[in-house]
Nanobody, 115 residues
């Protein structure tokens, strides 16, 4: 029943923008911090941004000032607005919903930044 589905990835030129969405089902969204992670080929998955239920946000240094995480509790959806994209942002981006029992992950959406 608990599902996370990312969308919005694609191919974009350096300096461009994308908005990723993570639509969720189930009962946990409204009481959980949400996170966006990314994983480039051959590299470890890294935390990109988090947002608490109260709207407090944190970002990895490399994306500060360029990415914005937000959430819409009515839609049970978390977003990642990505501006001024760089080639080093290329990765599969994953939505994460942590719970005391287990972490829930989406299937990932590919973001490729290339000219």
């Amino acid at each position: 029943q608990m599902q996370l589905v990312e969308s919005g990835g694609g191919l974009v030129q350096p300096g461009g923008s994308l908005r990723l969405s993570c639509a969720t089902s189930g009962i946990f969204f409204s009481i959980s911090t949400m996170g966006w992670y990314r994983q480039a080929p051959g590299k470890q998955r890294e935390l990109v941004a988090t947002i608490t239920t109260g709207g407090s946000t944190n970002y990895v240094d490399s994306v500060k000032g360029r990415f914005t995480i937000s959430r819409d509790n009515a839609k049970k959806t978390v977003y990642l607005q990505m501006n001024s994209l760089k080639p080093e942002d290329t990765a599969v981006y994953y939505c994460n919903l942590p719970t005391p029992i287990r972490d829930y992950w989406g299937q990932g959406t590919q973001v490729t930044v290339s000219s």
